[in-house]
């Protein structure tokens, strides 16, 4: 009896996670839409921890921006902020979506310094070799003349 009324109980749980708990709304947010807003808003609600002055000097206020770009007011966003959440699955989806584009860039930002600090070095390298020492002249001399 206690395996059954347990099986039962596991079987409930996880029917439940694929259920719409809420209707969705009629202007709701495509998945696609609302993964592009989240990770604008990623983005710049970590310049605005960072760089603060990089918004203000701009003018940017990051909500206002947002809707302003996406075409959607606060109501659209929350309702269908609201409803994705109440999908468990397809939440984590978007969010995934989101995490791999941000890494993505954190890795082609990376190789974009990787590849500055390289030429740096290569020109520093160049710079070094073509300018020689007398020192280093006058011992090559005397060593080949002997």
Do not use: H
């Not at 075409?71 to 966003?77: E, M, T, V």
């Amino acid at each position: 009896m206690r395996l059954k009324l347990l099986f039962f109980c596991i079987s409930f749980v996880l029917l439940s996670c694929g259920e719409k708990v809420i209707e969705p709304p009629e202007n709701l947010i495509s998945k696609e839409k609302m993964a592009s807003i989240l990770y604008d808003m990623a983005i710049l609600n970590s310049t605005k921890g960072t760089s603060p002055s990089l918004l203000s000097k701009n003018n940017i206020e990051v909500m206002p921006f947002i809707f302003r770009k996406y075409d959607i007011d606060s109501i659209q966003f929350t309702q269908s902020d609201v409803y994705y959440a109440s999908v468990p699955l397809e939440y984590q989806a978007i969010y995934e979506n989101v995490e791999a584009r941000l890494e993505n860039e954190v890795k082609l930002l990376e190789e974009q310094k990787k590849r500055k600090n390289d030429s740096i070095k290569k020109a520093n390298e160049q710079r070094r070799d073509s300018i020689k020492k007398p020192s280093t002249l006058q011992l090559n001399d005397s060593l080949s003349k002997k």
